[in-house]
């Protein structure tokens, strides 16, 4: 299989390339980082990675994103599966003091997806197989007072790529968001762990079985979408007195 890994150094795209790399995959990492990229892809090709090949974007820079993907295409000799995994939490409370701050946690966690998201599911349109996937957050269900400016740029993917799913359903191409609740990676080093904060292999591993099957929609871990369900759920007026 050839997969193309977009913010391939975050935990959990490292994870998810492991489980390629085992499977004897060919991969093609894109990053800002060099250095981490180059510890990776070692870290694959002891594994078992047919082929390995890195490539240094800053994802923000939408006019790097063609090219990006073509020399994909070109250094694997065609993208079967492609997983989007970039993105910054922020801080909400700095943010939300400024809208050039805003702006720039949405630009990158919402605008530069819906760039990616669109160019590959044109690619894999075209060639009428594939599967596209993408890491949203179970964040982008409900606004909350707490992170909603992440929150929001999550649901606008999650929405963007329902429309995807719908289109390219019809000529057998599987999309998949992914909703991890918290996930124990640099991105959450800040925040106190609790019993709710997954692993990155285990997070990794349920992202790569769902690709390989197809699957629409996982919450991970799965216990996730009964939270989501209860929070979708409570009525506004009592919402908005909660802290969460």
């Known amino acids: 299989m050839k997969v193309l890994i977009i913010g391939a150094t975050s935990a959990i795209a490292h994870e998810v390339s492991r489980c ?3 499977d004897n995959a060919s991969l093609f ?3 800002r980082s060099a250095e981490k990229l180059a510890a990776i892809a070692d870290d694959l090709r002891v594994l078992g990675a047919a082929k390995v090949e890195t490539y240094v974007a800053d994802l923000a820079d939408l006019s790097t994103h063609e090219t990006l993907i073509a020399a994909a295409r070109a250094a694997l000799g065609g993208i079967d599966a492609a997983l989007i995994a970039h993105g910054v939490l922020g801080d909400q409370k700095t943010a939300q003091q400024s809208v050039t701050a805003t702006l720039e946690l949405f630009h990158v966690n ?3 997806y819906i760039s990616l998201i669109t160019l590959l599911a044109n690619h894999f349109e075209a060639q009428r197989q594939g599967c596209l996937a993408v890491i949203g957050s179970v964040a982008g269900e409900r606004g ?3 992170n909603y400016i992440y929150g929001a740029a999550k649901g606008a993917v999650a929405l963007f790529m329902s ?3 719908n289109r390219l359903a019809k000529v057998g191409v599987s999309v998949l968001t992914v909703k991890p609740g918290f ?6 080093a800040h925040m106190k762990k609790n019993v709710l904060f997954a692993k990155p292999a285990q997070v990794g591993k349920r992202i790569y079985a769902a690709m390989l099957k197809g699957e629409d929609v996982i919450y991970v871990p799965s216990f996730w979408m009964l ?5 979708r759920n ?3 007026r009592l919402f908005k007195r909660l802290n969460l």
């Open 20 to 22: 390629f790399a085992a």
């Open 29 to 31: 990492l894109v990053a």
């Open 110 to 112: 919402a605008v530069s």
């Open 144 to 146: 909350r007072a707490s």
């Open 163 to 165: 429309g995807v799913r």
């Open 183 to 188: 996930v124990d990676t640099p991105m959450t």
């Open 227 to 231: 939270i989501m369900l209860i929070i």
């Open 234 to 236: 409570i009525p506004e």
